[in-house]
């Protein structure tokens, strides 16, 4: 079964610090770019990040340049979001996203069920 | 930055209707037009890839169409599991969604 779990959501503090991770299994993962997209609550989806399937290409949305980073360690199926200085308006349910291509065609066919990250004093 | 605004926001219909949720691009996309759909405490899922092509998996009752600035969704009957809510994407941009409501 195709599957991707994300874990690391938490409760952090204004101006905090956070690594999200995203498990995979049930396919090649290095042959897949991958996602990070996040949903605030009660509002829409708002994509954050793209990385190759080699991870020599990543790709930020302009409200977390700076300071998140993703990342990901194929050896270990495994897709990572560093996420630093964080703001209340951080506040979301992240979830990963595998795409149909290794350059990232944007094209989201398998997604995980999410991590809550909560920016709050 | 291109912007996608779809439309309506919300809309009441009933099972077997017909329904189209148009997304409009700020400018030229080609066809790289994406349609997700998501049920309350769920991830998306995704329905049509490329403007028009029906990802493995979906009913046939799901279509997609248009290209340039100018996309639709269409259910051709809508059944009860169809009451969710619709977000078209293009590249790192999503509309604000369509909720799709039971009349």
């Known amino acids: 079964e195709v599957q991707l779990v994300e874990s690391g959501g938490v409760v952090v503090q204004p101006g905090g610090s956070l690594r999200l991770s995203c498990a995979a299994s049930?396919?090649?993962?290095?042959?897949?770019?991958m996602h990070w997209v996040r949903q605030a609550p009660g509002k829409g989806l708002e994509w954050v990040s793209l990385?190759?399937?080699?991870?020599?290409?990543?790709y930020y949305a302009d409200s977390v340049k700076g300071r998140f980073t993703i990342s990901r360690d194929n050896s270990k199926n495994s897709l990572y979001l560093q996420m630093n200085s964080l703001r209340a308006e951080d506040t979301a349910l992240y979830y990963c996203?595998?795409?149909?291509?290794?350059?990232?065609?944007?094209?989201?066919?398998?997604w995980g069920k999410g991590t809550t990250v909560t920016v709050s004093s | 930055d291109i912007q996608m605004t779809q439309s309506p926001s919300s809309l009441s219909a009933s099972v077997g209707d017909r329904v189209t949720i148009t997304c409009r691009a700020s400018?030229?996309?080609?066809?790289?037009l994406n349609w997700y759909q998501q049920k309350p405490g769920k991830a998306p899922k995704l329905l049509i890839y490329?403007?028009?092509s029906l990802q493995s998996g979906v009913p046939s009752r799901f279509s997609g169409s248009g290209s340039g600035t100018d996309f639709t969704l269409t259910i051709s009957s809508l059944q009860p599991e169809d009451f969710a809510t619709y977000y078209c994407?293009?590249?790192?941009?999503f509309g604000q969604g369509t909720k799709l409501e039971i009349k």
């Open positions: 996203a595998k795409d149909i291509r290794p350059d990232g065609g944007y094209y989201m066919d398998v």
């Open positions: 049930g396919f090649t993962f290095d042959d897949y770019a």
């Open positions: 990385i190759s399937w080699d991870g020599g290409s990543t």
């Open positions: 400018q030229s996309i080609s066809s790289y």
């Open positions: 490329a403007a028009s």
């Open positions: 994407q293009q590249k790192d941009t």
